[in-house]
């Protein structure tokens, strides 16, 4: 079982930054993906930006040049730099690990986080 536990969303006016964060907590596991997905009223759950354990990323095109993404293996943890910030970027951001091995067992299906909010005002 992997927890994962978000922090850092918040309000902030358009233009204006924010910086997510997100730790893994569970005995003996190992995380391909860790990453971020939001999900604004009315609408689907989309990828934000994902990190493999290798440092291989991959940014929406809604946030490239405006969102970075880091991860520490060590830690198990992932941050969201998000800068520029609209009122699109609007959203329930949710932090996600997929692919975990745990004490020798493979769990192909995602973990999520409870989510934090990110509110951009005009």
């Known amino acids: 079982q992997v927890h994962l536990v978000e922090s850092g969303g918040g309000l902030v006016q358009a233009g204006g930054s924010l910086r997510l964060s997100c730790a893994a907590s569970g005995s003996e596991s190992s995380i391909n993906v860790m990453g971020w997905y939001r999900q604004a009223p009315g609408k689907q759950r989309e990828l934000v930006a994902v990190?493999?354990?290798?440092?291989?990323?991959n940014y929406s095109d809604a946030v490239k040049g405006r969102f970075t993404i880091s991860r520490d293996n060590a830690k198990d943890s992932v941050n969201l730099q998000m800068n520029s910030l609209n009122p699109e970027d609007t959203a329930v951001y949710y932090c996600?690990?997929?692919?975990?091995?745990?004490?020798?067992?493979?769990?192909?299906?995602?973990?999520w986080g409870q989510g934090t909010q990110v509110t951009v005002s005009t």
């Open positions: 990190v493999s354990r290798t440092g291989s990323i």
């Open positions: 996600i690990a997929q692919g975990v091995t745990q004490k020798g067992t493979f769990y192909p299906d995602p973990y």
